[in-house]
């Protein structure tokens, strides 16, 4: 098939080293590119941050007219409508089929062909299976999954989540605290799931559970990292430019923040990121209030 990938930064340059391996043509656009060589593409993958999916569909409405399959690849909600990336492209590009691949996974693994499990999934689960077959390797095996909604909520929600992460061990809070937090924000992502409508059983799988084990407790996550530096002390200006490349739990946690009020769902550990990152709070001060918080059951 002839595939073609939006996006050339870390992932989109992974996605399309993936394809290649799974014998596709593959065209990769990169901004400031015209995007016309892409018009001819059987299907697309989106790899560019969440914040500039609206563009660049934009600029695909001329080139794309039929029916064409579009993997969304990107993890975030945006900023202006709360929509999740399923809902910009619905909105933008309604001839589009839109399917969306997460799950724990970084660039850098799968470019050295290491072990690596995704889920992809779609409206049709016939269409997910498809596509996975299409483009597994190996070394890189994609689960089907017909949750949409379920998988776009645990990669946007798990940046933020590793934000958190990054901050209490850049305050040197020990293993335990980092445990305590992936847990209970484990527990928010799926009561937020939950009232949006996911399968709760999704977010136990790659993209939630998955992702969060992974970019919770790793270096080589952009938003852990973010949030050690941010830690370990420095403003949000220097950690982000600091940063090895787009940090989307920092461009998503004050919509997710504002959906979470809207939807009545309780998200102490969200409010305290949206505290730090966006209204400049000491990470001290809303690690105490997390502290301070009055004891409870644990599953409710
Ligand atoms: N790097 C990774 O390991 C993984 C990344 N992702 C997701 O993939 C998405 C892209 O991430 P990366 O490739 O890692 O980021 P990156 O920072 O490495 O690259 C982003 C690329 O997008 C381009 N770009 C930025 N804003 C744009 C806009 N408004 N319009 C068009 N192009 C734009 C940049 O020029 C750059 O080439 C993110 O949503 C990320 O969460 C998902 C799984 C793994
Ligand atoms: O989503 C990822 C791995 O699954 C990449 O994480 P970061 O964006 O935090 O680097």
Same mark, same amino acid.
């Given at each position: 098939?002839?595939?073609?990938?939006?996006?050339?930064?870390?992932?989109?340059?992974?996605?399309?080293?993936?394809?290649?391996?799974?014998?596709?043509?593959?065209?990769?656009?990169?901004?400031?590119?015209?995007?016309?060589?892409?018009?001819?593409?059987?299907?697309?993958?989106?790899?560019?941050?969440?914040?500039?999916?609206?563009?660049?569909?934009?600029?695909?409405?001329?080139?794309?007219?039929?029916?064409?399959?579009?993997?969304?690849?990107?993890?975030?909600?945006?900023?202006?409508?709360?929509?999740? $990336?399923?809902?910009?492209?619905?909105?933008?590009?309604?001839?589009?089929?839109? $399917?969306?691949?997460?799950?724990?996974? /970084?660039?850098?693994?799968?470019?050295?062909?290491?072990?690596?499990?995704?889920?992809?999934?779609?409206?049709?689960?016939?269409?997910?299976?498809?596509?996975?077959?299409?483009?597994?390797?190996?070394?890189?095996?994609?689960?089907?999954?017909?949750?949409?909604?379920?998988?776009?909520?645990?990669?946007?929600?798990?940046?933020?989540?590793?934000?958190?992460?990054?901050?209490?061990?850049?305050?040197?809070?020990?293993?335990?605290?980092?445990?305590?937090?992936?847990?209970?924000? /484990?527990?928010?992502?799926?009561?937020?799931?939950?009232?949006?409508?996911?399968?709760?059983?999704?977010?136990?799988?790659?993209?939630?559970?998955?992702?969060?084990?992974?970019?919770?407790?790793?270096?080589?996550?952009?938003?852990?990292? /973010?949030? /050690?530096?941010?830690?370990?002390?420095?403003?949000?200006?220097?950690?982000?430019?600091?940063?090895?490349?787009?940090?989307?739990?920092?461009?998503?946690?004050?919509?997710?923040?504002?959906?979470?009020?809207?939807?009545?769902?309780?998200?102490?550990?969200?409010?305290?990121?949206?505290?730090?990152?966006?209204?400049?709070?000491?990470?001290?001060?809303?690690?105490?209030?997390?502290?301070?918080?009055?004891?409870?059951?644990?599953?409710?």
């Amino acid at each position: 098939m002839r595939i073609g990938v939006l996006g050339a930064g870390a992932w989109g340059t992974a996605l399309a080293h993936v394809a290649r391996a799974a014998g596709h043509e593959v065209e990769v656009w990169s901004r400031g590119r015209p995007l016309e060589a892409i018009g001819k593409a059987q299907g697309l993958i989106l790899a560019v941050p969440a914040q500039g999916v609206r563009g660049v569909l934009l600029g695909l409405k001329a080139i794309v007219t039929n029916a064409i399959p579009l993997i969304i690849s990107a993890k975030g909600i945006e900023q202006g409508s709360g929509l999740f $990336m399923n809902e910009v492209v619905a909105d933008v590009l309604p001839q589009a089929e839109p $399917m969306v691949l997460s799950g724990p996974s /970084f660039a850098a693994d799968v470019m050295q062909g290491l072990p690596t499990a995704v889920v992809l999934t779609a409206g049709e689960i016939s269409h997910a299976h498809q596509w996975a077959e299409a483009l597994s390797l190996p070394h890189f095996r994609i689960y089907a999954s017909d949750d949409v909604k379920g998988v776009e909520i645990g990669g946007a929600l798990k940046n933020v989540l590793a934000i958190a992460c990054g901050i209490s061990d850049g305050r040197a809070l020990g293993d335990s605290a980092r445990a305590a937090l992936t847990t209970r924000g /484990f527990a928010e992502l799926t009561r937020f799931a939950a009232k949006l409508g996911a399968k709760p059983e999704t977010l136990m799988g790659l993209s939630g559970l998955g992702d969060l084990l992974l970019t919770c407790s790793s270096k080589q996550s952009r938003n852990y990292s /973010f949030g /050690f530096a941010l830690g370990a002390g420095k403003t949000v200006e220097q950690a982000l430019a600091a940063s090895r490349g787009v940090v989307e739990g920092a461009a998503t946690v004050k919509i997710a923040q504002a959906l979470a009020r809207q939807h009545g769902v309780d998200m102490p550990i969200v409010d305290a990121v949206h505290a730090i990152v966006d209204e400049g709070r000491a990470p001290d001060q809303e690690i105490a209030r997390l502290l301070a918080r009055p004891l409870r059951a644990e599953i409710t």
